[in-house]
């Protein structure tokens, strides 16, 4: 919470246009100041630089809850999530994807990333007595993906009672917003005015498709001891989006070869020694593209996918959930899981990402 701003704090008014006249506007610039420094830049004396760190730490800090009262919320169906619909995956997620929190969906291109991010976005715009949460979506569309007949589709596939209804899939549609920055310097300016958008448009999700699609452009005009800083930004902001709406934030992450450490790419393909087996020749060597900063950023990581024969969503990181699988499909109504029971990710497995590019490809 350390970059909230100061003028939504609804401090008291004469402490309030002190701060701001010293251009102090986040709450990380009043409380890294020592007492003495914060009374200098005030011009005040100790009682008003005590009241100032005493008001901002109240408003800026997390509010604690007992893990009595978080188990019971969770017993209760609240906690805020928003259920994917795949049975087994919000099981394992105590409901699906928690509101408040950085979740990532990860894997490589054509497992089904931007099938599950459309999916999401139809069920958040969906009335609460379907399962929705009743609002809009702000869709950040960075590789020009995301498709309005797909979403219509996917709606008419998985809810056909409720898109006979005259006029309802074009009022779903209408309530998903999407932004389609080209640059990170455009996606930076949608993320400042990101706060004002989700309060007056009522937003109850916010989807980020895919956040390495945006890095790669510009690290490649960086130095690589430079290639955190954009990634560090954006990566408080959007947390920070996260918290202050209390809504769930999507974000999907590429992938790159493992023994490629300098860019932004692609898996590169081992064939497999022995292997007669034209459907099992190739498999990648894959890790997340941006990085354990990035990893350690996220609350929840959804690692997509595909081997033996199968695609498969692993829960890799959760602090509600062991480290499970399920194998899926795409189909016209979109991801569907084709068994509930998750299957046990042995330790070595829980941070490698696989891919058998035919199984993938072929589909």
């Known amino acids: ?88 995956l919000d099981d394992a997620l105590s409901g699906g994807i928690p509101v408040g929190k950085l979740t990532e969906i990860v894997g490589p291109s054509g497992i089904g990333k931007t099938q599950f991010c459309l999916k999401l976005a139809l069920l958040a715009t969906l009335p609460e007595c379907y399962g929705g949460l009743n609002g809009r979506v702000v869709y950040i569309d960075t590789e020009f993906k995301f498709s309005s007949q797909r979403i219509v589709e996917i709606g008419k596939k998985s809810f056909p009672q409720i898109f006979r209804q005259e006029g309802l899939a074009q009022k779903m549609a209408g309530r998903i917003l999407v932004v ?117 950023a996220v609350t929840i990581r959804l690692v997509l996918e595909a081997h033996s024969g199968h695609r498969f969503i692993k829960v890799a990181k959760s602090p509600m959930s062991p480290a499970v699988a399920f194998p899926f499909t795409v189909e016209s109504s979109g991801i569907i899981l084709l068994s509930d029971e998750g299957i046990d990710v042995p330790g070595p497995e829980i941070t490698s990402i696989r891919c058998q590019g035919e199984n993938v490809l072929a589909r």
Not at 1 to 20: D, G, I, Y
């Open 1 to 88: 919470m350390a970059n909230k701003l100061v003028s939504e704090m609804r401090l008291p008014p004469h402490l309030a246009h002190l701060l701001a006249a010293r251009r102090l506007t986040t709450a990380k610039d009043v409380l890294s100041l020592p007492e003495v420094e914060l009374m200098g830049v005030l011009d005040a004396g100790i009682h008003t630089a005590r009241a100032a760190v005493a008001h901002v730490s109240e408003i800026a800090c997390p509010p604690y809850q007992t893990a009595l009262a978080l188990l019971e919320s969770v017993r209760l169906g609240g906690g805020g999530r928003l259920a994917t619909t795949l049975r087994g």
């Open 180 to 296: 389609r920055p080209t640059s990170l310097s455009d996606f930076t300016q949608s993320l400042e005015q990101m706060k004002v958008t989700l309060l007056q448009h009522d937003v109850k999700l916010l989807i980020v498709d895919s956040m390495a699609a945006l890095m790669s452009s510009e690290i490649e005009k960086s130095k690589t001891g430079l290639r955190q800083h954009p990634l560090r930004w954006a990566l408080s902001f959007l947390k920070s989006i996260a918290e202050f709406s209390r809504i769930p934030v999507v974000v999907t992450n590429q992938v790159r070869s493992q023994s490629n450490d300098d860019g932004y790419h692609y898996s590169f393909e081992v064939e497999k020694k022995g292997d007669s087996n034209s459907a099992e020749k190739f498999e990648s060597h894959l890790v997340a593209a941006l990085g354990i900063q990035f990893a350690h």
